[in-house]
């Protein structure tokens, strides 16, 4: 990967990767491009505390991650939350890789839903103050306007958010909906001729037999 810059810039994408899909792709290329990052860490999440339904497991989760972000330079499967016990928060990443690159300038990758959500994060407020937020509105049905300030949760409406936006083309791709497919025998991960999650992501879940039993 190189040797890293004196003052690194460190993206951070966390997320369930179950399946990881173009649009998980797209958004990590975009963060790499558009931030300049000299590093960008995939991560996949432990035992999310916002997640009603049962992961697929971390073994599966973190080698689809590996096929499917394989192609992008500077990027690197972080499997750290997955070795977590008790639930994961985002605050304890930050603070860990903050204490490996301790001249860092660190951004959190997040999607424009989770920033509607993002003051029922635990810490929040010490999140923003360890990292820059990097919003990606990737999804066609919710509009840029999600992304201004008077669409913002109330209560982050009087604090100083550092705040870029990531320039994307509209994706609108639901792992809940792949999951869903998948059921239904959709194993080489193409849908009406376009490919939702890589080929090598595909073989994997047809190899391992994996959603036929999840909502």
């Not at 407020?125 to 919003?135: E, G, K, P």
């Not at 992304?147 to 792992?175: D, G, K, Q, W």
């Amino acid at each position: 990967m190189g040797v890293m810059p004196v003052h690194p810039r460190i993206g951070l994408y966390g997320g369930a990767f179950d399946p990881p899909h173009v649009a998980h792709h797209a958004v990590a290329q975009a963060a790499l491009g558009q931030l300049g990052l000299d590093l960008l860490l995939i991560i996949p999440t432990g035992q999310a505390w916002h997640k009603s339904r049962p992961l697929t497991s971390a073994e599966h989760r973190l080698a689809m991650a590996r096929l499917a972000f394989a192609d992008l330079p500077r990027t690197r499967v972080d499997e750290r939350e997955l070795h977590r016990t008790g639930p994961t928060y985002t605050i304890d990443t930050l603070a860990e890789v903050a204490a490996e690159h301790p001249d860092a300038e660190l951004f959190l990758i997040v999607g424009a839903d989770q920033l509607q959500q993002f003051p029922t994060w635990h810490r929040w407020q010490d999140i923003l103050s360890r990292a820059t937020l990097a919003v990606a509105n990737r999804a066609e049905h919710i509009g840029t306007d999600a992304l201004s300030p008077a669409h913002r949760p109330s209560n982050l409406s009087a604090v100083e958010i550092p705040f870029v936006t990531l320039a994307m083309a509209p994706l609108n791709v639901s792992a809940t909906a792949l999951r869903r497919h998948m059921q239904q025998d959709w194993l080489d991960g193409v849908l009406d001729d376009v490919p939702l999650v890589s080929p090598a992501v595909a073989g994997y879940i047809s190899t391992h037999n994996l959603y036929q039993n999840h909502s």
